[in-house]
């Protein structure tokens, strides 16, 4: 009656030893490490890298117990945190000669200690949260309806030009919104620029009924464009974030997309949080200001004379100095769009689209200064460098720029990238913000950890005194639950925050409820007369509907929790869910079979120990089930 | 051992009425106390900056205080001790033309410079767009969790028995609610996923009972409905306590070594367990009686459905 057929123990085997292996990488801990990764877009990581990272180290004299290459970066690991800084700095000198331009990022980190037959596995620890571990977190919005204005100044911009192009005459173009107005009375020209919009535009479109009766063209832009252009606008933004990033030297920065205008940096084991701050808030970074073509710059530049006044001295990036005026005429926030791509006559070129403002200052420019040089300027970490500096061959207007002569394909597409990254297709703006010290971190990590040993430790030792060997039976189906769990988050690879250990802890209470309704129905069955065995199979049985119901309606309070809670209350629905799950597959079904293999094959079974069982008729003496040895008869 | 030897059902229903008025009065406080004092609201939900520090001597709350008044912060502005003595929580609302990230570290600026030992354990911004959508979506969550759970306890057993379990629950969340307005505790994020939790768990305590209710009107036929009730609640009454206890043990630990983040996150589980024992067993069950459940509800809902899971099914006793 109570035994279970061998695929029931079978399973329980396979679980527990999932179980197991999933859960096990958490027990080994972290070690120092030292990761290097790319700190520009075209500098690339690879093997190769990771043999100079052996070199560099074995030179050194430092010995790092494992080195990796892991698609994006080289991490190696070392024993103690001191050999951890030395390497670093050794590393720092090989991967990056000149402090002033760095080309990889140099990061401390502390990687799991997983041994490499549990890595095979896919094993690996919890992911923790930045409360555990300390760092920045940050929820950035992008401004959508900027990035959609700009959009339109584009668009009002290039329809301008191709109307004066084809001599269209009409009575202005403006924005308005998200929209473009053309005025125009005449009713020819009316169809003319909505045919010309229709073939030539495919962004835009006219309003519905409109007529030149009300003297003008109103252009909307499509939904799907719109879609578009969040979509850019959200992904340039998170570009920039990267590159602005990777100057922090951030071991495992996480940059994600939220919702549909909302990206979610987290930054962790960052001490330097207003730097942080500083670096991520930052603007514009790029500037477009006019090479100082006197008798005095260019000595300068010839590096012959000191650099005149109201005159600055960048370096290109082959080294070569520019001395630049002071007066800044754009900045990268009138840069819209940097692509690279060929010119006319099929040589590499970088086609910058500028927005409505920087068009007219950019063709007051140009007209004025034919023949002289022009410089664009990316600053990074506070300092510029020149990313091009072209001479301006004729007057351009329509905000359509073209730099081109004198440059490969992997050049052309280097510049187009520096010159977007420089710039925000949107302006962000910070909506939350969380900055946790290393030190409550860690702090953090040991408050949790007590919290679900002391439960744990409670409920053990309350469960084995009153409910005997069937109190201990529960406690193993309680640490399974906990293996289970633990299996689970690490499996899933779950981001485990405090709420989330508070969840675990709860889990574990709430698990208990399944056993107490159990064992308190065992001995019910007992106390009403019933023989040992049938005590048993009907209390699992009569249980089981019970606990089901009990656990739906939790599992319905944790899944709403997890559709509408953010940030701390999903790291709790989610533990709280699994651990309802796991609940009970461990306190029903891998207890039952505990409960069988030992008491099942027994067919004279006198007694169950299961604490003594009270009989209200026989005036408090016990009756059944007395000390556990005598129940092994 | 066995705590519980009990020989004869407790007429609990027999008080259903006393225990009911007891209930409202509760009720009724917590309502008023939550429209006088209202929530004291976390960041989370208001908008604004909070800033911890942490100094290696007891922190002079008074000077802080000052500091902050200083910089051009209201006078009610929040300071207070947060976890232990040395540590610090100031609370900033919001100020035009000031990112969260000026403020910080602006009140930490003038901070180090009267003690240089101040160390920054942790800022929190959140701006008030992000305060609004909490706020919608916990009532969501919230609605969505009544509803789920009634609609589950009306299919199972029978609507009656959904009403009154999830009365009797909503009852504990006004109640630990009223608790948080009455002594003006931080209501947070994770109190709130505390509420939804007890909520969840609670009505654990209603479907056992309910569970009884059942099977007791199937066994004793000669029972009346109060004695089917005072039976079903006396019978699982050990089983109450134990697992409550138990579950109860576990927010404990989380209440004294979980640090000052737990601690209201399990002082609101803590009001939701004791209560939740009290309404499942006092207000639940009065409220099946109140609604005149019979045994015909019951046993002849389930013999039509024929439920696979019926504990009663096929069992001699």
């Known amino acids: 009656m109570n035994r279970y057929p061998l695929w029931k123990y079978a399973i329980i085997v396979v679980a527990l030893l999932i179980g197991l292996i999933y859960s096990l990488p958490n027990l080994f801990g972290e070690s120092p490490a030292v990761q290097v990764s790319s700190g520009k877009a075209t500098v690339k990581v690879d093997n190769g890298t990771t043999a100079r990272v052996e070199a560099a180290l074995a030179e050194a004299g430092l010995k790092p117990s494992l080195v990796q290459f892991d698609g994006n970066s080289v991490k190696a690991r070392f024993e103690t945190t001191d050999e951890q800084l030395k390497a670093r700095d050794v590393l720092e000198r090989v991967f990056n000669p000149d402090p002033a331009v760095p080309t990889h990022v140099v990061a401390l980190n502390l990687l799991p200690r997983t041994p490499a037959w549990l890595a095979s596995l896919g094993a690996a620890p919890m992911y923790l949260g930045l409360d555990l571990r300390g760092g920045v977190h940050f929820l950035l919005e992008v401004d959508m309806a900027a990035a959609l204005q700009r959009r339109a100044d584009v668009l009002a911009t290039d329809l301008r030009s191709v109307l004066r192009e084809k001599g269209i005459r009409h009575g202005g173009i403006n924005r308005s919104g998200n929209a473009v107005e053309v005025r125009t009375s005449d009713e020819a020209n009316f169809d003319t620029i909505r045919d010309l919009v229709r073939s030539q535009f495919p962004d835009l479109q006219a309003a519905e009924g409109a007529s030149a009766a009300s003297g003008r063209l109103v252009l909307t832009i499509r939904p799907e464009t719109i879609r578009t252009v969040q979509e850019q606008a959200l992904k340039q933004n998170m570009t920039t974030l990267h590159n602005r990033i990777n100057e922090l030297g951030v071991a495992e920065p996480v940059i994600q997309q939220q919702g549909a205008n909302r990206i979610v940096v987290q930054l962790p084991g960052v001490q330097d949080t207003a730097k942080a701050k500083d670096i991520l808030g930052r603007t514009a970074t790029l500037e477009l200001r006019l090479v100082d073509e006197s008798a005095e710059g260019r000595a300068a530049e010839r590096g012959t004379g000191p ?106 597409n280097d510049t187009a990238l520096l010159l977007r990254a420089g710039s925000l297709a949107a302006p962000m703006e910070i909506i939350e913000e969380r900055t946790i010290g290393p030190s409550l971190g860690a702090e953090n990590i040991q408050r949790g950890f007590n919290s679900v040993v002391w439960g744990f430790l409670v409920i053990v030792g309350f469960m084995c005194v009153y409910y005997m060997l069937f109190g201990v039976f529960s406690s193993i189906a309680l640490t399974v639950n906990l293996v289970l769990l633990v299996a689970l988050l690490s499996l899933l690879q779950a981001t485990l925050t405090l709420p989330g250990i508070a969840a675990l802890a709860l889990a574990l209470g709430m ?85 069988n293999l030992w008491y099942g094959r027994q067919k004279k079974l006198k007694s169950v120990s299961i604490g003594q069982v009270w009989r209200p008729d026989t005036t408090g003496v016990s009756v059944a089930g007395t000390a556990p040895a005598s129940d092994k008869e | 051992m066995e705590f519980f030897r009990i020989k004869k059902d407790i007429p609990f229903m027999k008080h259903a009425l006393v225990l009911n008025v007891i209930s409202l009065v509760t009720f009724a406080l917590a309502v008023f106390f939550l429209v006088t004092r209202g929530l004291h609201l976390s960041v989370e939900f208001t908008g604004g900056t909070v800033v911890e520090v942490s100094y290696s001597q007891p922190a002079d709350l008074g000077k802080v205080r000052a500091i902050v008044t200083g910089l051009g912060y209201a006078d009610d502005t929040q300071v207070q001790n947060f976890g232990t003595s040395q540590d610090v929580m100031i609370r900033l609302p919001p100020r035009e033309g000031q990112t969260s990230a000026q403020q910080s570290e602006q009140v930490l600026a003038a901070l180090k410079a009267d003690q240089p030992d101040v160390v920054l354990q942790r800022t929190e911004f959140v701006g008030p767009q992000v305060g609004e959508e909490l706020v919608h979506n916990g009532l969501l969550a919230l609605a969505v969790v009544v509803v789920g759970i009634s609609a589950y306890l009306g299919l199972r057993f029978e609507w009656k028995f959904g009403i009154a379990g999830i009365l009797a629950n909503l009852h504990d969340v006004v109640i630990i609610l009223g608790f948080f307005a009455f002594f003006q505790w931080e209501f947070s994020l994770a109190v709130l996923a505390a509420v939804l939790a007890v909520l969840g768990y609670s009505v654990n305590e209603s479907v056992v009972i309910f569970d009884r209710i059942r099977e007791a009107f199937r066994k004793f036929r000669k029972m009346d409905t109060p004695q089917v009730i005072d039976h079903a609640i006396t019978s699982t009454m050990s089983r109450t306590i134990i697992t409550h206890a138990s579950t109860e043990a576990v927010v404990l630990s989380m209440f004294f070594f979980g640090g000052p983040t737990l601690h209201y996150f399990a002082l609101a589980l803590t009001i939701g367990i004791v209560f939740g024992i009290y309404s499942s067993v006092f207000v639940g069950g009065a409220l099946v009686m109140w609604m005149g459940v019979k045994r015909e509800d019951l046993v002849r809902t389930t013999r039509k459905d024929g439920d696979p899971n019926d504990p009663n099914a096929g069992a001699v006793v």
């Open chain 1, 307 to 412: 650099v005149p006044f109201g005159s600055e001295r960048y370096l290109e990036r082959n080294g070569q100095a520019v001395i630049v005026k002071r007066e800044v005429l754009l900045t990268g926030e009138n840069l819209t769009d940097a692509q690279a791509g060929f010119d006319d006559t099929q040589q590499p070129a970088v086609h910058l689209t500028l927005d409505g403002k920087g068009s007219r200052v950019f063709r007051d420019i140009t007209r004025e200064n034919i023949g002289k040089r022009m410089a664009i300027i990316l600053f990074e970490k506070g300092q510029g460098e020149v990313v091009t500096a072209p001479v301006i061959r004729s007057e351009i207007g329509g905000g359509r720029v073209q730099i081109s002569g004198a440059m490969t394909t992997v050049e052309a």
């Open chain 1, 511 to 595: 698990a208990i409820d399944s056993n107490v309704l159990i064992n308190e129905r065992i001995r019910e069955e007992l106390r009403a007369g019933a023989s040992p065995q049938a005590a048993i199979h009907a209390g699992f049985e009569r249980a089981w509907a019970t606990i089901l119901d009990s656990n739906v309606t939790t599992l319905i309070a944790a899944l709403a929790l997890l559709m509408f809670g953010s940030g701390p209350v999903r790291g709790f629905a989610v533990v709280h869910a699994l651990g309802i799950l796991t609940s009970m597959f461990s306190a029903v079904f891998f207890m039952r079979g505990l409960v």
